[in-house]
């Protein structure tokens, strides 16, 4: 039903250095395919959702869903979500249940408080690898974004240890990033139990230990709000894009906080707004290389369809 053609979404595509695409649906296999759209692999040993990123070694982490687990005294929970990492030929390097690592790391006690009838206990939404060294994180650690815990895990894979556990003013976020050496940047849904209020991007500094907001008024005057999905990248000089599911748009300000240029997915007769899924920006070395070798691959291999 809603994996066919005509609903399938891909989430969160990410561009490989040979041109092709990395992509899944909301729970379905992820799938590679060239710049000619011609089937590469798929991987079928979980069900993928959510966001794809890509770490220092060319592997990508994938959240993804198992449904059976042998977990003691969670075998009955009807969604188990996983941390997976695949390498770049589709075959699955790693996978980490999170109620295991809770119970390894002694947190066990925030799996029991959202509700008897919760089988989505966290709703893993984003897991970001560390790709730069810092005094605050490793090369190699994850920082991931659980919505229904309202909760950034700093998570260290080489050692099973959960580093840092972040709380703060936000709501049922999607999306963290990280955007310098010694930030963060998140997504905030603003999804309360009285309803959803505007759009935020919360920026945690670990040096002072604090959070502050950016581009706070310029959301509200957009009145940006989407109280599931929704991404942000901030760029070196605080660029930023801003993609609102609900609404359908992408807002891109620049560093002067101006809004540049404003998308919205209703090209159609009836101007039917349609979900945007999580899309992407591609302006760094490393993905304009991407888009060069892409560039040079369609002049010298021509698709046959």
């Not at 229904?148 to 840092?164: A, E």
């Not at 990280?178 to 998140?186: G, H």
Request: aromatic content about 12%; proline content about 2%.
């Amino acid at each position: 039903i809603d994996n066919n053609k005509k609903r399938f979404r891909m989430f969160h595509p990410i561009m490989t250095d040979d041109g092709g695409i990395i992509f899944s649906g909301n729970l379905s296999q992820l799938i590679k395919v060239d710049h000619c759209s011609n089937l590469k692999w798929q991987n079928t040993d979980f069900l993928f959702h959510h966001s794809k990123e890509e770490d220092n070694e060319q592997n990508y982490w994938v959240p993804a869903n198992i449904y059976e687990s042998k977990i003691k005294k969670f075998e009955k929970i009807k969604e188990h979500n996983i941390l997976v990492k695949i390498d770049k030929s589709g075959k699955t390097l790693f996978k980490k249940s999170l109620i295991e690592l809770f119970i390894e790391n002694d947190l066990e006690h925030y799996l029991h408080g959202v509700g008897f009838d919760q089988s989505d206990i966290f709703h893993l939404n984003d897991i970001q690898p560390a790709n730069i060294q810092s005094n605050f994180w490793k090369i190699g650690d994850l920082f991931i974004s659980l919505r229904n815990l309202s909760m950034i895990i700093h998570f260290r894979p080489s050692t099973n240890k959960m580093i840092n556990l972040i709380h703060g003013p936000f709501f049922n976020q999607h999306d963290v990033d990280i955007i310098n050496e010694e930030e963060i940047s998140i997504f905030n849904n603003n999804k309360k139990l009285h309803g959803v209020d505007h759009t935020e991007i919360i920026i945690y500094n670990f040096k002072e230990k604090k959070f502050r907001k950016h581009l706070n008024d310029e959301l509200k005057i957009e009145n940006v709000k989407t109280r599931f999905e929704g991404v942000h990248t901030i760029m070196p000089e605080f660029e930023t894009l801003i993609e609102s599911n609900v609404d359908g748009r992408m807002l891109y300000f620049d560093e002067n906080k101006k809004l540049k240029w404003q998308y919205v997915n209703n090209n159609n007769p009836s101007r039917i707004i349609y979900a945007i899924s999580w899309s992407r920006i591609l302006y760094d070395e490393r993905d304009l290389t991407k888009v060069k070798a892409l560039e040079k691959r369609k002049k010298t291999i021509k698709c046959l369809n």
